[in-house]
């Protein structure tokens, strides 16, 4: 079907621009850089173009983007649809109020913030972030607003790592990504 | 230079947009009322009109490569890009960057930090814009003008949606034009 060649070419050009970086942070990991899909215009666009014909006829009223490359993905995405952009930060970077979520990384911990009185209860918000790996950060997100009673209609992501079985660890929550990277 | 002495004098937008920006007094520490636009991303309006007084001023500068500072110029530049058809290229802090980069070091009020940017993001003779959410001292900027000169592009100009005390007066940062949507609005209460 035409909609369907058109989407495949779209996500081919995607996929294409994106760079696998080895060794990245530390040897044995293949980084899959998002800076090279921002360098091409198109694909860029397309990107962004995809995840707003899936989300505009949601009802959703929050973007909720993780730090740093949800920031990069969510306004866009947040303007195409009228919604508001809320950053998810590292710790202590937000000025306000802040609402926390602890979660685990591989060694150690790390904690999100949210601005208290970002979000209302019974907002229906999206969760973007540019990749999709054990899905720790995802969970801390999702928990993050489900704890003010926001409801997260689904997480979007441009790249997800099969292998490390995000989409498990998110359990019934929906998950939209544009490109696997195995 | 101020988007009200630039032909945008009494626009409508200009005032919601300064009103959307929350101001948080002793932040990070004593003394600093910090300009916080995280208020403004919330107003889908706001932040629209935001974006599209960027895109009417440089839409037709033949400008190919929008670099943003991290972290909040992240939240503007994207969608600026997007608009005018350009490159967007984040400058990040150190060791965020995955490939080869390039980096500038800047002073701070104690010590120094550094900006990065990947090597062949932008090649020489592009036309870049800077894009980050506030101006202060001009330091970080400084540092991002450098990086892009220093790989033969040239910065048109940098812009900002809100322009602290220090920057006023500033039409340029080291030669290279600066353009501010507002300053920083008078508060009688602090909350």
Known sequence: ?182 | MFAAENGLRGDPRLQAISEAIRVVPHFPKPGIMFQDITTLLLDPKAFKDTVDIFVDRYRDMGISVVAGVEARGFMFGPSIALAIGAKFVPLRKPRKLPGEVISEAYVLEYGTDCLEMHVGAVQPGERSLIIDDLVATGGTLSAAIRLLERVGAEVVECACVVGLPEAKGQRRLNGTPLYILVEPREIENCY
Do not use: W
């Not at chain 1, 209860?121 to 950060?137: C, P």
């Not at chain 1, 998950?175 to 195995?182: G, I, N, R």
């Open chain 1, 1 to 182: 079907m035409a909609s369907e060649d058109c989407q495949d070419a779209r996500i081919a050009r995607i996929a294409a621009a994106i760079r696998a970086i080895p060794n990245f942070p530390k040897p044995g990991i293949l980084f899959q850089d998002i800076t090279t899909l921002l360098l091409d215009t198109r694909a860029f666009r397309d990107t962004i173009d995809l995840f707003v014909e899936r989300y505009k006829d949601k009802d959703i009223s929050v973007v909720a983007g993780i730090e740093a490359r949800g920031f990069i993905f969510g306004p866009p995405v947040a303007l195409a649809i009228g919604a508001k952009f809320v950053p998810l930060r590292k710790p202590n970077k937000l000025p306000g109020e802040v609402i926390s979520e602890e979660y685990s990384l591989e060694y150690g911990k790390d904690k999100m913030e949210m601005h208290v009185g970002a979000v209302q209860a019974g907002e229906r918000a999206l969760v973007i972030d540019d990749l999709i790996a054990t899905g720790g950060t995802l969970c801390a997100a999702i928990s993050l607003l489900e704890r003010v009673a926001v409801h997260v209609v689904e997480c979007a992501c441009v790249i997800e790592l099969p292998e490390l079985k995000g989409r498990e660890r998110l359990g019934d929550k929906p998950l939209f990504v544009l490109v696997d990277a195995a």
